[in-house]
Nanobody, 117 residues
Framework: QVQLVESGGGLVQPGGSLRLSCAASRSIDSINRMGWYRQAPGKERELVVVFTSGGTTNYANSVKGRFTISRDNAKSTVYLQMNSLKPEDTAVYYC???????????WGKGTLVTVSS
């Protein structure tokens, strides 16, 4: 099992930047997939970016070139650097993990990002 806690959301103007953090309750070295999803008002939850333990990273087309995922294994933390933010990036951002041995998905409670002038 793992608990995930997001932080770093807030209000930012269009063109601005934010960095989200996802702190895990255990080592992330052996977590098979981790990343970020988001859910905008009235819309379904969608993939932002996920990386796998095999070394692949998949970004949604809408965020490629603007968002970057990174990890600090020593801190059991995953980050999402978001640059050139647009109003359509407004959403609740959820940290996600999949652990093969548990055969389960895990989710944080989410952090709200609002992009508005």
């Amino acid at each position: 099992q793992v608990q995930l806690v997001e932080s770093g959301g807030g209000l930012v103007q269009p063109g601005g930047s934010l960095r989200l953090s996802c702190a895990a309750s255990r080592s992330i070295d052996s977590i098979n997939r981790m990343g970020w999803y988001r859910q905008a008002p009235g819309k379904e939850r969608e993939l932002v970016v996920v990386f796998t333990s095999g070394g692949t990273t998949n970004y949604a087309n809408s965020v490629k070139g603007r968002f970057t995922i990174s990890r600090d294994n020593a801190k059991s933390t995953v980050y999402l650097q978001m640059n050139s933010l647009k109003p359509e990036d407004t959403a609740v951002y959820y940290c996600y993990a999949f652990i093969q041995t548990d055969r389960m998905d895990y989710w944080g409670k989410g952090t709200l990002v609002t992009v508005s002038s």
